[in-house]
């Protein structure tokens, strides 16, 4: 199945080529996770691709309904909230 604006086996290996060995390391991790949202695995996921600053994201969910994806985004904002306040003074200092 081929998708309008796929890269070419060629180009996806020259970029593979071309990342730094840390971030080859961290590629092979997204891959790893991805697959496991299919066949035999069982995990789901929520991939999420875009620009902060552009405030504009596509979203393409893995082996998940919209219900469970959005459950998924939620455990994803908890817990990016709760990295973004350790360590941050408690709020009684802000008064």
């Known amino acids: 199945m081929a998708y ?3 890269m070419t086996q060629a180009e996806l290996e020259r970029r ?17 996770k991805l697959v496991m949202c299919y066949g035999e695995g ?26 469970e994806a959005s459950q998924l985004m939620l455990a994803a904002n908890d817990f990016f909230g709760f990295l973004n306040t350790l360590g941050a003074p408690p709020k009684e200092n802000f008064n």
């Open 16 to 32: 593979v080529g071309a990342m730094s060995d840390e971030e080859q390391e961290h590629f092979r991790l997204l891959i790893h």
């Open 42 to 67: 069982k995990a789901q996921g929520v991939f999420i691709i875009g620009r902060a600053e552009d405030q504009v994201a596509g979203v393409v969910t893995l082996n998940c309904n919209e219900m």
């Open 4 to 6: 309008e604006g796929m």
